[in-house]
């Protein structure tokens, strides 16, 4: 268990040496903000989109996606009740306008590829896989439906459309999202795809995650560390993240009837740290993407903490 434990550790370390990189890099005078923006389209427009369809192709069958379907209602309620908690966060903790969106979608939405499938593969072997994935389909959906939607309309000046309309359709349908629903359809039809475009397609995916944590080292090397403020929405965030987000798991798993190893991965996913991509997407449409890198830096030194912590608790209660 200890061993396991440290692997965990170790996932959350690497991540955050590609930051620090991204961190020092910036702080060299490597990155402009045209450089800057330049990896925000490489990663939206390209990678991004490549990494989910290869990701839900090479890891699923149709009928393994079709008899794994019934287990799909505990990532989705639970994201469901933790967007509800963290609206009430909001409201009690009086967080301010252009970090609401930021602060609710980072309650209910968590890192499950990058840092969720290693850690549980690294913890649970490769029988985790498929429930790894499991859960990164109820949560990819709604981060690139409603996860965004509430990043945008937050955003002062963002003019972002009702959410049931034609013109917010055209927003939220991004290349990433587009990416998700090509991957699932083929998924269903059987498509394979030949070994050059699967390695093209590797490779140019496996781009996504360092673009994004460089990204955010970028960022926090903008912030203005002295006259920072640890407060409110700073804190809640490590609370949603860590606390709410799991909590909404583990009282769902007995009512809805799910254990094994499907209960452990999706707790342990729901403690997963902040999606990267919240700093890349505040960035993309002019919001206030110096919170979103710090709610990202903050969670993944969380990480930490809740990883071993979790995976005790996975070991304990579900045999």
């Known amino acids: 268990m200890l061993e396991s434990a440290l692997q965990g550790v170790e996932a959350i ?22 450089s800057s923006d ?5 990663v939206t427009r390209v990678s991004l989109p490549l990494f989910m369809i290869r990701g839900l192709v090479y890891n699923f069958t149709a009928e393994h996606l079709i008899a794994m379907l019934p287990d799909l209602k505990v990532p989705v309620l639970s994201i469901l009740l933790a967007m ?21 979608v980072n309650c209910f939405i968590a890192n499950t590829v ?39 309309s937050d955003i002062p000046g963002s003019d972002a459309p009702p959410f049931f309309s034609v013109s917010a359709l055209k927003k939220v349908m991004s290349p990433p999202l ?24 590797m490779y140019i995916g496996s781009m996504t995650t360092p673009l994004s944590l460089i990204f955010v080292g970028i960022e926090l090397y903008r912030v203005d560390w002295k ?33 094994g190893i499907s209960a452990k991965v999706f707790l342990m996913q ?7 991509q919240i700093a890349i997407i505040t960035r993309l449409y002019g919001g206030d993407s110096v919170f979103a890198a710090m709610i990202t830096f903050t969670t993944i030194l969380g990480g930490l903490i809740s990883i071993p912590l979790y995976m005790t608790i996975a070991n304990v209660l579900f045999q």
Not at 16 to 29: D, H, K, M, N, T
Not at 179 to 201: E, H, S, Y
Not at 270 to 276: E, I, L, N, S, V
Request: some cysteine; charged content about 10%; proline content about 5%.
């Open 114 to 152: 990058f840092i969720g499938l290693p850690v549980n593969a690294a913890l649970f072997g490769d029988i985790s896989i498929p429930s790894v994935m499991l859960y990164y389909i109820a949560n990819t959906t709604f981060f690139w439906t409603v996860g965004v939607q509430m990043i945008v």
């Open 13 to 34: 370390f690497t991540i955050a040496i590609i930051v620090y990189l991204g961190f020092e890099l910036s702080r060299r005078g490597w990155f402009s903000k045209e």
């Open 38 to 42: 330049l990896i925000v389209k490489l």
């Open 270 to 276: 729901a403690a997963m740290p902040a999606m990267t």
């Open 84 to 104: 509800f908690i963290s609206w009430l966060l909001v409201k009690l903790l009086r967080i301010r306008p252009g970090r609401r969106g930021l602060f609710m």
């Open 227 to 259: 006259h920072l403020q640890w407060g409110a929405d700073v804190f809640g965030s490590l609370v949603g993240r860590f606390i709410i987000c799991p909590l909404c798991v583990l009282v769902l798993l007995p009512i809805l009837g799910v254990g």
């Open 178 to 201: 587009v990416g998700f629903f090509v991957g699932l359809a083929l998924v269903l039809l059987n498509v394979q795809f030949p070994p050059f475009i699967d390695r093209t397609m």
